[in-house]
DNA sequence: CTTACGATTCCC
DNA sequence: GGAATCGTAAGG
């Protein structure tokens, strides 16, 4: 039986959690689906960072306890993070990619005709398919309840790493992590 | 109040 | 390559 990880699990720095969190499943109603690719946002020095200017509104969750979403929106799409390290360090970690476990048809009706290695293969797409949004910012995703990330209790041994996408500012650092070989990371 | 700008996606 | 599209943050 699949648990929760418990606070102390995302009390770390974002670039131990982010591959850690490789593997782990995502639930929400009767969508779920592995966690394939993910992106360490430091809490300090980190220009690309939503919380490198100072807390905000936007941001406060970030500066919150650990294992809490924070939800933003860009555009028309909303995107999924988890607020590490301990309370006042704004470390997190973007969920960019899941590989679809269950309710697969329920993701096809969110997400339109689109092929099945298209159904979540984003950080924007998964939170459609998923049925995440604004409502979703700040919950704690260390109980079953709802939104939550599941312990898959398997380690991932082969990790891989690169520059993340979609920013400005800060582009060459590796803190994008992927499973290799999967056909649901993006931009593969 | 006004303005600038996206941690994206989809279509041309 | 370019538009969609609107909340957030910063500045007047």
Known sequence: MKEPFDRT???????????ALLGAVLVHGPTSGMIVETEAYLAERDPAAHAFRGKT???AVLFGPPGHAYVY?????HCLNVAVQEEGVPGCVLIRAVAPVTGIATMRRRRGDVPERRLTDGPAKLCQAFAIDIRHYGVDLTTRDGLAILDDGARHATVQTGPRVGISVATTWPL?????AERHVAHL
């Open 9 to 19: 699990f995302y009390e770390r720095d974002p670039r131990e959690v982010a591959p």
């Open 176 to 180: 994008r992590y992927w499973l290799p």
């Open 57 to 59: 509104p936007r941001t």
């Open 73 to 77: 929106r860009t555009r028309a799409h």
